[in-house]
Each structure stands twice: as structure tokens, then as C-alpha cells.
């Protein structure tokens, strides 16, 4: 049974998903992204009680503890460690392949586009569906636009990580959580990737004294 | 749980088959002497191709094994992956005895890498194992990813700026495809659990499960599901036009991991289109993924042959000749008939042993030569005969010469598109492979039978490096002639449940 004033929640915490996600998209420096990254989990986490609240599923409590665990509190731990670490003098985004004024407006049009593709696919849904399905596709989409538009590694890296969230929405949304173990088998996954992508950053920052997406073009067949 | 352990042999060879390669990992850890780890990690890579050829004649004779409530579920599909990755292990941590050694002499390497290498490799065959023993399509996703994930740390092995330019494009490429690969599993879930009471449990998403809901699916959330997939496991399976990532990562991998990923890890990846090929095929038909899977196929071939006319770079070329293959098993399934499913699952094989073998002798070529550039390498024959004999046999197998394995699959792929009706794309098939046969046949006979340089050693480089070349050479032979009936028997039935699906409809 879902009353007026928990659809109001809904709507929402969806809006602050997205507001947070737009933190991303202006941000210029290093530790900013990660601090808009754990916002947006941390919304993240709250939205995934709430389906739990909603629905009485008591696994999704857990999924949304595990998911403030570790996406909100070690992930973010870890990119703070690189960003500190990483030997790079200027720690921003100085000079994106697309400048953050027409980022903005991308990603506002990539949200409308996820709510087009949300109304075009038709799928059998309840107020969770409908609420947070187009979301999850517009964080799955500004996750691509952020990997392909921005420069630094680690940049990229938020943009993965940003898709992932979108990936978690989507499922916990459509499916209210599959089975608790391949759900940790997913943060697993994830949080060795993010493991992994930090020594390649480190690799690359003393490699190339930058983690200046710029200098991995030299592999090509000409 | 714990009682079933015991209660059959395929339950103790199903959960040793994942303890081994752990065990093994962990020993490594501890042992950190280069002789130790080695021989750990042959001799574990000896019981996983034991045990798996054990666990693929119980498949023979019961056709499906589903153990722990279901949690692990093999077929006969299962076991020609299960066969290829652990034949392809054993003979690469051979290989890796030596090609590894032989980098530890030359200082490129330290041993605290070379123990972090064979902890890789370990984890490697591991989370390829898990593939096809899972039923859950969750879990086999995530060992998926898991293979990404440490493939991407033994590529960056060496710390260089070409292997870590290659290990990020793949990091990233492919994460993001097989994040679309997630999107379509979990959209399968949905539509099997549509009517289910929310919350469901796991068993929605085996694929058993999916299988026998399979025709009272909505069709359309099928199809769109089944283009996420091919999507995203086709990044991973090296299908263009995503294949992108696949010759930087190829190449700038250890030889004996490069083996592996072209030779096996494709194969895992196209295992995960293959398992959804059939809940779509049974659910709409087998028109619609057949069309999508003979579409990229083509586009495959004809982007590795222009790659492969005009590649300067050894283990470049042999990266696209993998893509050219994955097409080739690609459209083969997409033909749809009995032979054209038998030539593909009989191709998997074939292009496992010959690509592993080509993988091995481009190692240790480019070891003696200390280049990887094609024009810089000539005379191998001259100067390494046995290794100059393997190459050869390898390269004439992979451009499809009889009267090797890889023509015999050929042909049958070939005539099942002509029998199929399917023109074009067999014509354009074929003509990509001429351009292939060109391409890559001058490459070939300029490397092994040019002029020398006359300062160059003679001599191969240790019995270690040719006992698994001169294996899968006589493997290559043997099946050039005739598939061994129990092989034959388990591709026959593995091509039974592929073709499950069109009898539906």
C-alpha cells in the first residue's frame, strides 16, 4: 500500500539523486568529485530504505546498509587516499573536452532523453518503477557522458562508478533486489575494480606524470 | 548443504574444480619462491584439466548435472568451455615456465612480480572456471567481470606506458559494456518475475528457471533485453565494432596470458551470449538474435581482415585474428542450422588450440628477436626451427588451410550458410577470409621463411617453451582428420540444447 505523502518522498529523493549527480558534472577539482560521488550514494543508499520501507523486503535494509558501507564510506576513502597521493601539481579538471557551461546542458537533455526512453519501453509499473527507472538511466547516461567528455583518469573513473549507481537503482527499482548474495557479489566486484583502478592511477601519474587521459593514444593501428 | 558434498562424484569435481585454482592462489602466496610457485602452479593446472575432463565424461553420460539446490548447473555447452579453459591453463602454466622464467633472467621482472603473476594466473583460470559451472546468471555475470578485473592486473604487470595505456582502455571499455550486459540480465529477471510476488527469490534468475518460462515472456522486453546483452558481452567477446579495447590488451599481455585471454576468455564471454541466445530463441524465435549475431559476425570478419592486411605488429595481428574468429562463430550460430551450430561450437575449440599455440610461438619469437614488429622478424625457421614449425602450422591452421582443424570447422560454418539460404552473408564471409588468407599468409611466409640477420643465435628457447606448442600442434593435426567421438558426441549434444529453441517455434 503506498499512501500520497511516500510517492511525495519519492519524487523527491529522485530530484535530490539528480542534483546530486549534477554535482558531479560541475565540479572542477579532484576531491570535489568524490565528495559529490558519496553524495549522490549516500542519496543512493537512503532511496534503496525507502523502496525497502515501501515494499517490506527486510534484504533491501541490508543492501542499503551494505551499500552505505561501502560505496558511501571505504570508496570514497580510497579515492581520497589517490587524489592525496597522486604526485600531480594541479589537482582540477583544467580543461575538459567539453566545457562544463554545455555539460550542464547535456546532461539536463540526457535526463529528458532516460524519461522519453522510460515512457517509450512501457513496462508493467508501480510508483517505484515509474519514479526512479528513468533516473537510474539518466545517472547510467551522464556516466557515459562524463567518461567520454572529461580528461583526467580519475574523472573517468567517477564516470564508471556513476554508471554502477544507476546499474544499482535500476535493479533494486525494477526488481526489488534479486538475491542478497549476488548482490554482494556485485560490490565485490566493485570494490576490487576500484582497487585495481587506483594502482593503475598511481602506475600512470609516475609513468606519465599525469593521469592525463592524453597520453594512452599511443597504441593505435595507422 | 554440506551432506550433499559428498553425496556424488560430480558435486566433489564441480566444487574441486573452483578449489583447486584457490588453493593453488593461496599456496602461492605463501610460498613466494620462483621454483615453488611454479611447480604449484603446474601441478594445479594438471588436476583442474583432470578434474574437468572427468566432470566432462560425467556430462557425457548424464547430459545435465545440477547440484547445491541448483546453485551449479553443467551441460554438454558447459563442458566444451569447461574442456577448452582448462586443455588451454595446463599447457599455458607450462608455457609460462618458461616465457616467465626467461623475463625474470632478463631482469624485466622481479620475483615478488613473478609471485604476484602466478597469483593472477591462478584467480584467472578461477573466475573462468566459475563461468560455466554457474547457473545463476548474476553470478556468472559477476565471475565475468571478476575475469576482467584480473585480466586488467596481469596486463599491467610490467610497468610500462603502453601496458598501462592497454590496461585501462580495457578497465573501462569493457566495465562499461558488461555494465549493459547487467542492464539486460537483470531485465531478463524482471520479465521471468513479472507476475511473481515482489521480492522474489534467486532461482528467477538461473537460467534453468529462464529456460522453462521462456515462451510466456513479453517479446518485446525480450528482444531489448537480448540487444543489451549481445552488446554487452559482446564487448567483451571481442565482437565489433567493440572490440576497440581487444588488440591493446591482447598484445601488450604476457604471452602465456595473451594465450589465454584470446583463446578462452572470448570463449566465456561468448558462452554468456549463447546461454541468452537460447531463453531468446525460445521465447520469440530464433530469427531475431540469429539476424543480430550474423550482423556483428560479418562486421567482425571484415574489420579484422582490413586490420590484419595492413598490421605491422605480431601479436597485433594475431589480437584481430580473434575477432575475425569470434565472428566467424558468431554468423555460424547465427545460420542456425545443425551443422552451422555444430561447426561453431566444434570452431570454439579449434580456435582455442590454434590461437594459443599461435600466442605461445609469437612469445617466444618475440623474446628471441626482442621485437614485436613483423617487418623486424625474419627467418624463424632458420633460426628457431621447432618453434619456426610450430608458428608455421599455427599460421597456416588460422588462415583456414586444409587439411587443419580450423578448415574443417570452416567448411561446415560455409556450407551451413550456403544450405541456410543465407547469400550474402556467406559470400561476404567468404570473401573476408580470402582477403585474410592474403594478408595474413604474406606476413607469415616473410616471417618464417625471409633471410635471418646474420649475428642472431641459433637455437629454441627450452624444452619447456615447445612441449605445449608441440602438443597443440599434434592436437591440430589430429583434429584436422577427424573429432574424437566423445568430443564429437559432446558437441552434438551441446548443439541439441542450441537448437532447442527453434524446434519451439
Known sequence: MIFPTEINLLDISSVILLVATFGLIVSRGFSNWVHAYRYQTMVLAGIVALIALITDIWELYIVSALTFGIKAIVIPKILFYVTNKLDSPIKLEVNPYVGMKLSVIISALLVAMSYFIFLYLDIKSNEIIQVFLPVSFALFFIGLFLIVSRRKALNQMVGLLTIENGLFLFAVSLTHGFSLIIEIGLMADILLGVIISSILLFRMSRTFDSIDIENLESLRDD | ?505
Open chain 2, 1 to 505: 548443504m554440506f551432506s550433499e558434498l559428498f553425496s556424488s562424484l560430480e558435486s566433489i569435481l564441480i566444487i574441486a574444480l573452483i578449489i583447486t585454482p584457490i588453493t593453488s592462489g593461496v599456496l602461492v602466496t605463501f610460498l613466494k619462491r620462483k621454483r615453488l610457485v611454479e611447480v604449484v602452479t603446474v601441478f594445479s593446472s594438471f588436476l583442474i584439466l583432470i578434474e574437468g575432463l572427468i566432470l566432462v565424461n560425467s556430462i557425457l553420460k548424464y547430459k545435465t548435472i545440477s547440484v547445491f539446490n541448483g546453485i551449479f548447473y553443467v551441460d554438454s555447452l558447459s563442458g566444451i568451455i569447461i574442456i577448452t579453459v582448462s586443455l588451454v591453463g595446463f599447457l599455458s602454466s607450462i608455457y609460462s615456465v618458461s616465457y616467465m622464467g626467461k623475463q625474470y633472467e632478463k631482469l624485466i621482472i622481479d620475483e615478488k612480480k613473478l609471485v604476484r603473476y602466478y597469483q593472477g594466473f591462478n584467480m584467472f583460470l578461477f573466475t573462468m572456471l566459475l563461468v560455466p559451472i554457474s547457473n545463476n546468471m548474476g553470478m556468472m555475470w559477476i565471475a565475468i567481470e571478476a575475469t576482467t578485473l584480473v585480466s586488467v592486473l596481469l596486463i599491467m604487470l610490467y610497468v610500462k606506458q603502453s601496458s598501462i595505456e592497454a590496461s585501462w582502455k580495457y578497465l573501462l571499455i569493457a566495465t562499461v559494456g558488461l555494465s549493459l550486459a547487467l542492464f539486460g540480465t537483470i531485465f531478463f529477471y524482471y520479465v521471468n518475475t513479472i507476475d511473481a510476488p515482489i521480492g522474489g527469490d534467486a532461482s528467477g534468475m538461473n537460467w534453468t528457471n529462464l529456460v522453462e518460462n521462456a515462451s510466456g515472456f513479453d517479446p518485446n522486453l525480450v528482444k531489448l533485453a537480448f540487444i543489451f546483452i549481445i552488446v554487452g558481452f559482446g564487448t567483451k567477446a571481442g565482437l565489433a565494432p567493440m572490440h576497440t579495447w581487444l588488440p591493446d590488451a591482447h598484445s601488450e599481455a604476457p604471452s602465456p596470458i595473451s594465450a589465454l585471454l584470446s583463446g578462452v576468455l572470448l570463449n566465456c564471454a561468448f558462452y554468456g551470449i549463447l546461454r541468452f541466445h537460447i531463453i531468446t530463441s525460445n521465447s520469440v524465435g530464433s530469427h531475431f538474435s540469429n539476424t543480430l549475431l550474423m550482423i556483428l559476425g560479418v562486421i567482425s570478419i571484415g574489420i579484422a581482415a582490413a586490420s590484419i592486411y595492413f598490421q605491422k605488429d605480431l601479436k597485433r595481428m594475431l589480437a584481430f585474428s580473434s575477432v575475425e574468429h569470434m565472428g566467424i562463430i558468431s554468423v555460424a550460430i547465427g545460420f542456425g542450422s545443425v551443422i552451422g551450430i555444430f561447426g561453431a561450437l566444434l570452431h570454439i575449440i579449434n580456435h582455442a588450440v590454434v590461437k594459443s599455440l599461435l600466442f605461445f610461438a609469437s612469445g617466444s619469437i618475440s623474446q628471441k628477436y626482442e621485437t614485436k614488429l613483423i617487418s623486424d622478424t625474419s627467418g624463424i625457421i632458420r633460426i628457431m626451427p621447432i618453434t619456426g614449425f610450430a608458428f608455421l602450422i599455427g599460421g597456416l591452421a588460422v588462415i583456414g588451410m586444409p587439411p587443419f582443424n580450423i578448415f574443417m570447422s570452416e567448411f561446415l560454418v560455409l556450407s551451413s550458410g550456403f544450405e541456410s539460404e543465407n547469400f550474402l552473408p556467406s559470400m561476404l564471409v567468404i570473401l573476408f577470409l580470402v582477403i585474410i588468407f592474403a594478408g595474413f599468409g604474406k606476413h607469415l611466409l616473410k616471417m618464417i621463411f625471409g633471410n635471418p640477420k646474420q649475428t642472431m643465435k641459433k637455437g629454441d628457447l627450452g624444452i619447456l617453451s615447445i612441449i605445449p606448442m608441440l602438443v597443440l600442434v599434434s592436437i591440430i593435426f589430429v583434429m584436422g582428420v577427424y573429432v574424437p567421438e566423445p568430443l564429437q558426441r559432446l558437441i552434438e549434444n551441446a548443439s541439441q540444447i542450441l537448437l532447442v529453441g527453434d524446434a519451439h517455434n
